[in-house]
């Protein structure tokens, strides 16, 4: 049996007559039939041949196929953003009356999602802190609850919350348990070992890795991945060809692009972590984390993104971001290129202050997304950054 990152590599569309190497673009938005049988049993769902790519797509089920493998999942979709595979995972398996039960720390749009649109088509929700335990999270349940949700490492502030003790509440309970694997990537953390259902993805972070195109994938159970196919087919949130064929290639250098990721961004943490400037670091593979241990049991590595509390505070934050001379402030992360940002500001600048605190996210934090340029490179323009805050 093939090691996940060889499938990543060898996972490829049945070749052409052409006999290319490397598989083709299928820009196309409908396919043909040679007869009316053959379309007949296509519509009736009784053969796998494509129809249309709002449905399915050659390049599109490539992309799948290799993120199933990575995350030995038995089916998946892929959908045009992060944001519509998180959407496309709630509302094709919850309905009125269902319940979800989250983790408070998340991302600040997976937020909104949750708290203002959910509650309009009749779905409840209540959170957890990321440190709750095994009897806080068996607490929050209700009769009604239908799914658990939740990311880590969380965004931003790189909680780490234990899988195996959340997935076991989960199927002692029968609720869907869906997590959010982006922070880590397959490649640092296997969500379906530990007893996730489904797991979802902004492919449009470590997956693409350059900051080229948007994407979002789910994958997961079989039987529960063929009710999201069927929202989405029908709602239109698809992955387009062109996006999917970029993904494929990508996750042929997913693992090399994460082990240089991971390694700067441990070299990163372990020079920032006693600087005079830096109240407070946080990256799951330092011991000093609340969670190291739980971050070594689950995760292969500490994945690519550092985050740190200046000690001056938002007047500190705004000082130290325009004194960098080669970080880009842009808003993504999991890019080639280092990246900083205030995520007071930008990502979950929605959140209330008090449901900022809740999940420290101080005026003074700062999220690095570590690239895989030079390591003291990386670091000599953070350092001279600190000197002028």
């Known amino acids: 049996m093939p090691h996940k990152q060889t499938k990543a590599v060898r996972i490829q569309t049945e070749r052409t007559n052409e006999m290319e190497?490397?598989?083709?673009?299928?820009?196309t938005s409908s396919f043909c039939f040679d007869n009316t049988e053959e379309m007949r049993a296509a519509f009736a769902d009784e053969s796998d041949d494509n129809i249309y790519s709002r449905f399915s797509n050659p390049g599109v089920q490539e992309f799948i196929d290799k993120m199933c493998a990575l995350e030995d999942a038995e089916a998946g979709y892929a959908t045009a953003s992060g944001m519509s595979a998180v959407f496309g995972s709630f509302m094709a398996l919850m309905k009125q009356g269902d319940h979800l039960l989250g983790c408070n720390a998340i991302f600040g749009s997976t937020h909104t999602v949750i708290s203002k649109y959910l509650p309009r088509f009749g779905i409840e929700f209540s959170y957890v802190p990321a440190d709750a335990t095994e009897k806080d999270w068996e607490a929050a349940i209700r009769p009604n609850t239908k799914m658990i949700y939740l990311e880590t490492p969380t965004n931003p502030g790189l909680d780490v919350l234990d899988l195996e003790m959340i997935g076991r509440v989960a199927k002692k309970h029968n609720i869907i348990f869906n997590v959010d694997n982006c922070f880590a990537t397959p490649m640092a953390q296997q969500p379906i070992a530990y007893g996730a259902d489904l797991v979802v993805h902004s492919a449009t972070k470590w997956l693409d890795g350059q900051g080229r195109v948007l994407g979002g994938v789910v994958v997961g159970k079989k039987e529960l991945i063929k009710e999201i196919y069927l929202f989405c087919r029908s709602t239109g949130p698809a992955l387009s060809p062109f996006n999917a064929w970029v993904l494929s290639k990508s996750l042929e250098t997913l693992d090399v692009r994460m082990e240089r990721h991971a390694s700067n961004a441990l070299f990163i943490s372990e020079a920032l972590e006693k600087h005079e400037k830096i109240s407070s670091l946080r990256y799951p593979f330092l011991q000093s984390h609340p969670q190291y241990a739980i971050a070594k049991k689950q995760m292969q590595n500490g994945g690519g993104v550092v985050c740190f509390e200046l000690k001056g505070g938002l007047d500190a934050g705004r000082k130290f971001l325009n004194s960098l001379e080669m970080l880009s402030l842009t808003a993504n992360l999991g890019d080639t290129r280092s990246i900083a940002s205030h995520p007071a500001s930008t990502t979950h600048a929605k959140l209330?202050?008090?449901?900022?605190?809740?999940?420290?996210?101080?005026?003074?934090?700062?999220?690095?997304s570590v690239g895989l340029e030079h390591k003291e490179d990386i670091l000599n323009d953070i350092l001279q950054a600190l000197e002028k805050c």
């Open 21 to 27: 190497h490397s598989t083709p673009l299928f820009l």
């Open 352 to 368: 209330s202050e008090a449901e900022r605190q809740a999940v420290n996210i101080t005026p003074g934090l700062i999220r690095i």
